[in-house]
């Protein structure tokens, strides 16, 4: 089996999901799959020829803003026509403007997952949301396999462009790092990238309307809507503004420890932070959409409004809610299962290649 996968910043994980996923894809790789990784050159000092068994490829480019357009052409040239893979699995639509030419002169299979509805995110600009749903239209037509991580994205799909989709969520096992200690410290917990879409404001409003502690973890320096949101809210004395954490030993004792998880994502699909919570039992409140409708299987407690979360925040936590998303994670969002979804849908292209020839 000959997999080249592209799109990401690259192994080891140092960046978001999909590097992630890559991560727990290439675990336990004994060297029966022959695996090539793409990773930019930018984001790593040391540039290792192997890591777990698959080989890494460097290319000079940042794999996200601007760069991420050619750094992702780049790699689906070298991997269809110079290592000539016999699957590409392409994460995010970036570089799809290349896969009729790939489709003309490469049998290779394609997979792709095309990452949510990226082109409704706020944080784009007109002419960006223009080109991703143009890139977005062109991976559907063009990939053999369509990936959504989301029973909602899936349906998007199917209804704008009469395309069936693969449902591969994420895995959250690898969050629990040791054993689980029942503890309730609390204080609530929010984490997440501090965009307008994640409800970030609607968030800390909604604490500062209750007595009860918030520790909130994400990226505030990086945007002026994050500088913002830290300089007013941190004022609160049951609000604390928390940088970037990194360590998954550091985040797993500050999720153990947690009353309960507040999710606010509504854009995307099944967002890797709310899957790695579920496995720690505890009860989540969730923004009030059919993406996390889905993930959560209805039986997440959701908020649409301040008043909405308020409410709940003032209400007595619920045992059910916190053992129904530990049942879903084990069932649902293990880097088994979705190892084994992935590899199946090789397996099916070499069946297809060997059609083909």
């Known amino acids: 089996m000959n997999v080249a996968i592209i799109g990401t910043v690259g192994v080891p994980a140092c960046y978001g999901g ?23 050159s930018k984001n790593y000092t040391i540039k290792p020829e192997m890591y777990k068994n698959a080989y890494l490829h460097f290319i000079p480019l940042n794999a996200n803003g601007v760069q991420s357009i050619p750094y992702d052409l780049w790699s689906i040239f070298h991997a269809a026509f110079v290592k000539k893979s016999d699957n590409l699995l392409i994460l995010g639509v970036s570089g799809a403007l290349c896969l009729p030419l790939i489709r003309l002169f490469s049998k290779a299979n394609i997979v792709t997952n095309i990452d949510g509805l990226e082109w409704k995110r706020d944080k784009w600009n007109v002419w960006a949301k223009r080109f991703l749903k143009l890139s977005e239209k062109i991976a559907v037509k063009y990939s053999d396999v369509i990936v959504a991580d989301n029973k909602g994205i899936a349906d998007y799909v199917k209804q704008e462009y009469g395309v069936d989709s693969e449902v591969i969520a994420y895995g959250g096992d690898h ?54 949101m830290k300089s007013k809210y941190q004022q609160y004395s049951n609000i604390e503004i928390i940088d970037p954490i990194y360590e998954i030993e550091t985040l797993f004792d500050i999720r153990q420890k947690c009353s309960f998880y507040v999710h606010g994502h509504s854009a995307g699909g099944t967002n890797p932070s709310l899957v790695e919570m579920m496995h720690f039992g505890k009860p989540i409140f969730a923004y009030d959409c059919n993406y996390n409708r889905a993930s959560t299987e209805d039986r997440a407690q959701f908020f649409e409004s301040t008043d909405a979360l308020v ?27 979705v190892k084994q979804q992935y590899f199946n849908l090789f397996s099916r292209g070499l069946d297809s290649l060997c059609i083909k020839e």
């Not at 917990?189 to 009860?212: D, G, M, Q, W, Y």
């Not at 409410?311 to 299962?337: C, D, F, G, H």
């Open 18 to 40: 999909f590097e992630t996923l890559v991560e727990n894809l290439l675990d336990e790789n004994e060297g029966d799959k022959l695996i090539i990784v793409y990773c930019s």
């Open 175 to 228: 969050a629990i790092v040791k054993d689980l200690i029942t503890s309730d410290d609390g204080y609530a917990l929010a984490l997440c990238r501090i965009e307008p879409e994640n409800n970030v404001e609607l968030i800390l409003e909604s604490f500062s309307k209750t007595n009860k502690s918030l520790k909130f973890i994400g990226n505030w320096n990086n945007s002026e809507f994050g500088c913002l």
């Open 311 to 337: 409410k709940l925040i003032n209400s007595p936590v619920s045992v059910e809610n916190a053992s129904n998303m530990k049942e879903i994670a084990k069932r649902r969002y293990t880097w088994q299962i």
